[in-house]
């Protein structure tokens, strides 16, 4: 009898799932029975690979399981990153997943789904009818065969995938540079050799110097979310004892890419976006699109937008999140967008995010440049931001409310994701935006110096804060 509630791991837009409890090979392959029949996938392919979590391979072989019970025919991708499975998704316009927890600990295993084409699956395209169906399967304890069960073959996706991403940005005749990257012992060690360094495809003008390239899911070095400032410490060290021109670190699935500059300091990611957006737009006018479009987040620098219209673009504002971010971008045609969390979504990529395209895109715009990194990056960073705050309350709506009487007609507010406060004469904006997972109100501020920034960052805290 089972005794899964699939509602523990089917998030809004992916599986999360403690491996042995809430996520077990029963579950994902009664899950892969359910995504073909929801998507309508027998008789075609289905894409399965995985990252180097230990129960990776136990589970594509149970997903390819319930999959091809189905009708579907398996493509076993094996070991790949997330923006590998997208590539794979678009060139092969087939639906697929692939077994990653991203950054979370050790402990986690799940699935991150596409249709064909890389186009996102969310709980808004059909995610919770994968799940409930797959729920179904579970407590009948069975899953009809089809009338013509689909085969299993393999193939590998690495080389396709670094060819393609070498096309799309030219490497080859950039100045030398030294590069260390931190791959915290995730999929960032096989793609970084395959892209940048020289294992697959001709080498670059790169001097690299691996960090933790070695695959590991237990993640014995440190945990594999960049996000957090204590996971870049050794990647900031080896940077400034190698005199390297630049850092990257990477998360464990390799869909997310965070940079330091030479002097051991984190480039921000809105800075990060505003130059990648520079470097697109200008690509776009080249090829004849007058006024590309960029897309940004809510909490995204304001620095992005006003760069992209100087430079003749049109930016967008979104919601957080990534499958708000590939809806704007395929509907309003958007060549680039960009995420405060370091994801980054191309058009040439199928709108779907990688991490390794906007680290390549960073080193041609170093590597064509005489100055150094951090002075590169402070010319896109002309305001100080807080980063994020958490704060731990029950009354969230509450705090918000209370922060809007304090303020009254001197701000301005959007309530478009969480609540935003734009104080236009001060120069300054805040944003507070309630965790749907957690019991956190989450602050992000930014303004035009220091001084600013951290009075109204205490101002606004001590309100939330009040008991």
């Not at 030219?170 to 960032?188: C, Y």
């Not at 021109?245 to 300091?265: N, T």
């Not at 990534?322 to 960009?338: D, R, Y």
Request: proline share 5%; with cysteine.
């Amino acid at each position: 009898m089972n005794t899964i509630d699939l509602t523990a791991s089917f998030k809004a837009y992916d599986v999360r799932g403690i491996v042995g409890e809430t996520i077990t090979a029963e579950t994902v392959r009664a899950t892969g029975a359910a995504f073909v029949d929801v998507l309508e996938l027998a008789g075609q392919n289905v894409l399965v690979g995985a990252d180097m979590r230990p129960s990776g391979s136990e589970f594509m072989e149970a997903f390819a399981e319930g999959a091809t019970a189905r009708g579907a025919n398996v493509i076993n991708i094996g070991l790949i990153s997330t923006d590998e499975l997208y590539y794979a998704c678009g060139v092969e316009n087939a639906a697929g997943v692939t077994f990653t927890a991203s950054h979370n600990p050790a402990e986690y295993n799940g699935m991150k789904m596409s249709k064909a084409g890389a186009v996102p699956i969310s709980s808004e395209s059909g995610l919770f009818e994968v799940r409930d169906l797959a729920q179904k399967y579970l407590d009948e304890g069975t899953i009809p065969a089809a009338e013509t069960p689909g085969a299993v073959s393999e193939k590998d996706v690495l080389k396709g995938y670094s060819e393609y991403l070498r096309s799309l940005v030219e490497l080859s005749g950039i100045r030398p540079l030294k590069v260390v990257v931190d791959a915290g012992n995730g999929m960032g060690g096989m793609t970084t050799p395959a892209v940048l360094g020289d294992t697959i495809l001709p080498g670059l003008p790169l001097d690299i110097v691996p960090l933790y390239f070695e695959l590991d899911g237990s993640f014995p070095n440190h945990p594999a979310n960049p996000l957090e400032p204590a996971n870049l410490v050794d990647l900031q060290k080896a940077v400034v004892k190698h005199g390297a021109d630049i850092g990257l670190a990477f998360d464990g699935d390799a869909d997310r890419c965070f940079v330091i500059d030479e002097k051991g300091d984190p480039v921000t990611p809105s800075a990060i976006t505003a130059l990648v957006a520079e470097r697109e737009i200008a690509r776009a006018q080249a090829e004849g699109n007058a006024e590309p479009v960029i897309i940004y987040n809510l909490i995204t620098s304001k620095s992005v937008p006003e760069l992209v219209e100087a430079k003749g673009g049109k930016a967008i504002k979104t919601r957080v999140g990534h499958s708000f971010i590939k809806a704007v971008m395929a509907k309003e045609n958007g060549v680039f967008g960009g995420e405060h969390s370091a994801h980054y979504y191309f058009k040439d990529f199928f709108n779907a995010d990688t991490g390794m395209l906007a680290a390549m895109h960073v080193l041609a715009a170093l590597g064509t440049s005489k100055k150094a990194l951090s002075e590169i990056g402070a010319e896109y960073s002309p305001y100080v931001s807080s980063g994020e705050i958490n704060s731990e309350l029950e009354d969230k709506t509450g705090a918000i409310a209370r922060v809007a009487d304090h303020y009254g007609d001197t701000v301005e507010i959007n309530t478009m994701d969480g609540t935003t406060f734009t104080h236009t004469e001060e120069g300054w904006w805040a944003n507070l935006r309630p965790s749907n997972t957690e019991p956190f109100l989450r602050l992000n501020l930014e303004a035009p110096d220091q001084v600013t920034m951290e009075r109204v960052r205490d101002e606004i805290l001590a309100i939330v804060r009040e008991s």
